[in-house]
């Protein structure tokens, strides 16, 4: 059995009434978004386009505040957890590396405050 993500364990607190549910709301966007960064991170290493999953992420974090987005405080919820989790994060894992294409399963899961 694999090891629970930290973005899937707050996941299952706030179902189980762990803060209330704005604060849940809230704290499963900014998961979600960190998921997300891992996630692309992580497949811009294999696919070779960065040398470590870690210089990945540094590059999809430098994308978002391009657009003056952050995990932090930009995200404020997020729709479809469970289409997310099981289908957008591990479908990122297999993105065709010539195009690094998101795959549908993620479009307009996490919305963002605007800026």
Known sequence: MKPMSFARASLLFCAFGGLGS????????????????EAIGARLA???VVATP??????????????GLNCDTSPVSLRDEDIFYD??????AEMDC????????CADKIYYRSR
């Open 54 to 67: 870690e210089e990945g992420e540094q590059l999809v974090i430098d994308d978002l505040a391009s657009d």
């Open 98 to 105: 010539t195009s690094l294409a998101l795959p549908v399963s």
């Open 22 to 37: 704005l604060g849940c709301q809230y704290g499963a966007a900014t998961d979600a978004c960190y998921a997300l960064v």
């Open 46 to 48: 294999t696919c070779g």
């Open 87 to 92: 289908q957008c994060i591990p479908e990122i």
